[in-house]
């Protein structure tokens, strides 16, 4: 069994083992640092300081393909997304927030034929109408790609039940995936599970964010997760900054990353950049979520897509050789 493993202080990950090996103690692990690189990073004196303490057996869905996991996935939705990745040779997401129906499909017109999954914030649009879903689902169907909508409900459970299948969006009718807070708890699902699971949708649960100082971390990820293997039906995966499932738990959940570019590490608004490869291979996400790093001002969007989509599928394939 291979162990890695995680020290949080205060919910930030300081440093990530890859090789095998049981510590009994705290202690214990920062001498095999010290041996096997010649230093520990951090004084010794804030070891003591740390908060809590994690040993986590990594998932062995880390070295597994798409195609294997889709073989053997439970739930109709995450198995036909697993399939469209490999199938499409991509593991990007782009992240269309733009504010015109014009643009968003012109974006997700040039975009489509690199991308597993489109995302939208639908309630940014300012001229939203019903031809922009008819649009993109006709889009989506020519480019063999699934939708994201980027809702993060965090109401009671039929408080968002009212939001995921009315109003002017009907975001049940037409986006393959959602996602949602597990701040209210666990009624939150079951509210969202009512109307998503007859149309075989899936949900994402925030477990962590990208944005500096987030304050989904430690026990608030670790309860996040235990929701969601209690609904495995409905939940296919996290919005997460690593991997969240331990190979000794069973079920596979897909991860997917936001926080991605290759040439910037920051936005100055908080949000927090880190490469493809960086995701992938040393954090082991699933997706990568791109926004403004494929169509931010004077970029060529399709010379973009292309460059992230072959960044986030080299670093998939590194990943599952190891
Ligand atoms: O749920 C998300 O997708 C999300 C979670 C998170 O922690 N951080 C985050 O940036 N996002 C979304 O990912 C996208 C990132 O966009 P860029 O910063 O432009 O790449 C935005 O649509 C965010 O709403």
């Given at each position: 069994m ?16 890859p090789?095998?090996k ?9 001498q095999?640092i010290?041996?096997?690189d010649g ?5 010794f ?6 908060r809590?303490f994690?040993l ?6 880390l ?7 889709a073989?053997?996935?439970p ?6 997304f697993?399939?469209l990745?490999?199938r ?9 927030d733009?504010t ?9 017109g040039?975009?489509?034929?690199y991308i597993c999954?489109l995302?939208?914030?639908i309630?940014i649009v300012?001229?939203?109408?019903q031809?922009l879903?008819?649009q993109l689902k006709?889009?989506?169907k ?5 939708i994201f909508e980027?809702r ?5 459970g039929?408080t968002?039940?009212?939001q ?13 995936i959602?996602?949602?807070h ?8 079951s509210?969202l599970k009512?109307i ?11 477990a962590?964010?990208s944005?500096a100082g ?6 608030y ?7 969601a293997?209690?609904h495995q039906d ?5 919005i997460a900054m690593?991997r969240m499932?331990?190979e000794d ?7 997917m ?5 290759l040439?910037?590490?920051g936005d100055?608004?908080g ?5 493809p490869?960086?995701?992938?291979v040393?954090s082991g ?6 926004g403004r790093?494929i169509?931010?001002?004077g970029k060529n ?22």
């Amino acid at each position: 069994m291979t162990f890695s493993a995680v020290f949080v202080n205060g919910g930030r990950v300081l440093v990530e083992l890859p090789w095998q090996k049981t510590f009994s103690k705290p202690g214990g692990m920062a001498q095999m640092i010290e041996e096997k690189d010649g230093h520990f990073p951090y004084p010794f004196s804030r070891w003591t300081a740390f908060r809590s303490f994690s040993l986590t057996t990594m998932s062995s869905n880390l070295r597994k393909t798409y195609t294997e996991r889709a073989a053997v996935h439970p739930n109709p939705c995450a198995r036909t997304f697993l399939e469209l990745m490999e199938r499409k040779r991509s593991n990007l997401s782009v992240a269309v927030d733009v504010t015109s129906k014009t643009e968003l499909l012109e974006i997700a017109g040039k975009v489509g034929p690199y991308i597993c999954l489109l995302k939208t914030h639908i309630d940014i649009v300012n001229d939203f109408d019903q031809d922009l879903v008819d649009q993109l689902k006709a889009l989506s169907k020519k480019h063999d790609f699934m939708i994201f909508e980027d809702r993060k409900f965090a109401d009671i459970g039929n408080t968002v039940k009212l939001q995921y299948g009315f109003g002017i969006y009907r975001i049940a009718s037409w986006a393959d995936i959602t996602n949602c807070h597990s701040v209210p708890g666990e009624g939150i699902i079951s509210g969202l599970k009512e109307i998503g699971l007859p149309l075989n949708r899936g949900l994402l649960l925030l477990a962590e964010m990208s944005s500096a100082g987030s304050l989904a971390t430690g026990a608030y990820t670790a309860a996040t997760v235990a929701m969601a293997r209690r609904h495995q039906d409905f939940v296919i995966g996290f919005i997460a900054m690593r991997r969240m499932d331990a190979e000794d738990e069973g079920g596979d959940f897909i991860v997917m990353t936001p926080g991605v570019s290759l040439d910037v590490a920051g936005d100055g608004l908080g949000q927090q950049y880190r490469t493809p490869r960086e995701v992938v291979v040393e954090s082991g996400g699933d997706v990568v979520i791109v926004g403004r790093g494929i169509y931010g001002k004077g970029k060529n969007v399709e010379e973009q897509a292309k460059r992230y989509r072959d960044a986030g599928w080299e670093a998939y394939l590194e990943r599952v050789r190891r």
